[in-house]
Antibody
Framework: QVQLVQSGTEVKRPGSSVKVSCKAS????????VNWVRQAPGEGLEWMGR????????DYAQKFQDRVTITADESSSTAYMELNSLRSDDSAIYYC????????????WGQGTRVTVSS | DIQMTQSPSSLSASVGDRLTITCRAS??????LAWYQQRPGKPPKLLIY???TLLSGVPSRFSGSGSGTDFTLTISGLQPEDFATYYC?????????FGPGTKVDIK
């Protein structure tokens, strides 16, 4: 069974960085883009960016362009999202999600990683 | 960037009701539109892609339509497990923007 398993809860200080991982199991990791989506408490879904592991190419939402880096390690089937210069409003649940290009939409999601930014 | 809007932002309904949620893109996106359901404390769940194609395993009471800029999600015969928040999303090109969501709760 294909799964995306994310790393655990993080508590960070303002100005620091966080790196969240997303490990794929049960499928060929390189076959599909991996996206990162966040959701602040009580708010909607916000697309942050994606990586296409086979190409090693990442695309980012303009809002996060200067602060986020998405990478992938094909050898371990793991994608990473690093967010820098954290602020309190970065407190959210961060999800990774698979985008099946053959169909469309994000059909498989990680369980989410809660990141809290607090002094 | 293309903006996505949804209406209504929330609605109250009863089991058995038929309801329709609308999603609008600020520019044409052909049929590159997905619908998700999200229950509290859970990740989103893909229901429909390509505007009207039901993902395997999704109940047939869910249906989608539209193309270009205007899309609808219809639930025919609302079930207790359908009370959730629904999001549309464009995926024709990055950024893969989501709509703001429609919360469906019990009347």
């Amino acid at each position: 069974q294909v799964q995306l398993v994310q790393s655990g809860t993080e508590v960070k200080r303002p100005g620091s960085s966080v790196k969240v991982s997303c490990k794929a199991s049960g499928d060929n990791f390189s076959n599909y883009p991996v996206n990162w989506v966040r959701q602040a408490p009580g708010e909607g879904l916000e697309w942050m960016g994606r990586i296409i592991p086979l190409l090693g190419r990442a695309d980012y939402a303009q809002k996060f362009q200067d602060r986020v880096t998405i990478t992938a390690d094909e050898s371990s089937s793991t994608a990473y999202m690093e967010l820098n210069s954290l602020r309190s409003d970065d407190s959210a649940i961060y999800y990774c999600a698979r985008h099946l290009l053959a169909t469309g939409g994000f059909d498989l999601w990680g369980q989410g990683t809660r990141v809290t930014v607090s002094s | 960037d293309i903006q996505m809007t949804q209406s209504p932002s929330s609605l109250s309904a009863s089991v058995g009701d038929r309801l329709t949620i609308t999603c609008r893109a600020s520019q044409g996106i052909y049929n590159y539109l997905a619908w998700y359901q999200q229950r509290p404390g859970k990740p989103p769940k893909l229901l429909i892609y390509a505007a009207s194609t039901l993902l395997s395993g999704v109940p047939s009471r869910f249906s989608g339509s539209g193309s270009g800029t205007d899309f609808t999600l219809t639930i025919s015969g609302l079930q207790p497990e359908d009370f959730a928040t629904y999001y549309c999303q464009k995926y024709n090109s990055v950024p893969f923007t989501f709509g703001p969501g429609t919360k469906v709760d019990i009347k």
